[in-house]
């Protein structure tokens, strides 16, 4: 699975909530949770949108990406 989509169903967020409350189109978010995106490749835009939703900054949202991505394997 996913970084990015472990990330939100941990914070039970939907793409569609962080769509809805950021603007940033749900095609973007779609494509940035597909199996074969690695957490380098994800944009600013994405991870700013992520931690608006969740009230972080986006500094602390990739925080938690890398950790989560580093206990996975």
Not at 6 to 23: C, S
């Amino acid at each position: 699975m996913n970084v990015l989509q472990k990330y939100l169903d941990q914070n039970k967020i939907t793409r569609y909530q962080v769509a809805k409350k950021t603007g940033i189109a749900n095609t973007t978010l779609a494509n940035a949770v597909k199996d074969t995106k690695p957490l380098s490749g994800q944009t600013v835009k994405v991870i700013s949108a992520v931690a608006q939703v969740l009230g972080k900054t986006p500094g602390q949202v990739l925080d938690d990406l890398i950790k989560l991505e580093n206990s996975e394997g």
